[in-house]
């Protein structure tokens, strides 16, 4: 499940990054990820995720800001994808105890995407207030803004991005049900997710 997952994930960089014009062999991409996801296992703040861009920097000469961005986007997706799953999750597994879960994801959507729009609308407020902490700053708004609109125009893209976001945090999910079913432990699909 674990493999299938990273070949999803795979999938989904390479249409993300293709959507600004980067095309990256499979093979490239698929051990980025598996590096990133090992040093986000062993190390704490996401920093594989950092990893995984520089990684993809060294190996396929791309761009840090393209890589880094398109992690971004990746997130934001992630983020969609959870609250989409626990919501429908919730429906059928219906637990009171959870519905603060469902709903602090479903803002946490909400916020990604406010940070999406407000780096895409106000990218000159931003970089005044940054650039005297991160000097390179208008080049990764900048990269990724014309990524999210690259990705914007192509809405076959954003549905197979989103599609393969949710199969992909699925197998996640899967991966900690059969787990735990392999270990004998009695555990709800909704408690699985929300582990998830």
């Known amino acids: 499940i ?3 997952s990273f070949l999803i994930r795979t999938w989904r ?5 293709r959507s600004v014009g980067h095309v ?8 980025s990820i598996m590096f990133g996801l090992l040093l986000n296992y062993l190390l704490p703040a996401r920093i594989g995720d950092i990893a995984r861009g520089v990684a993809l920097k060294v190996t396929d000469h791309c761009p840090l800001g393209v890589s880094l961005s398109t992690i971004v986007v990746e997130r934001a997706f992630d983020t969609f994808s959870l609250g989409f799953l626990l919501t429908i999750i ?3 597994y219906y637990q009171p105890e959870y519905l603060w879960l469902e709903g602090g994801a479903i803002l946490l959507t909400a916020g990604l995407l406010a940070l999406l729009l407000i780096l895409y ?3 000159h407020f931003v970089v005044k207030i940054l650039h005297p902490l991160i000097p390179n700053i208008e080049e990764s708004i900048t990269t990724l803004n014309a990524g999210m609109k690259d990705l914007s125009r192509n ?3 954003l549905c197979l991005v989103f599609g393969l976001s949710v199969v992909a945090w699925f197998c996640d999910i899967l991966c900690i ?5 392999a270990i004998h432990y009695d555990i ?3 408690t699985v997710a929300v582990a998830g």
Do not use: N
Request: charged residues 5%; aromatic residues 18%; glycine residues 12%.
């Open 177 to 181: 049900y059969v787990s735990a079913l």
């Open 90 to 92: 919730g429906i059928f």
């Open 2 to 4: 674990l493999i299938f």
């Open 155 to 157: 809405i076959m893209g």
């Open 121 to 123: 609308y106000g990218k």
């Open 188 to 190: 709800s699909l909704l």
């Open 13 to 17: 960089w390479s249409v993300i990054l």
């Open 24 to 31: 990256v062999p499979s093979g490239v991409l698929f051990k």
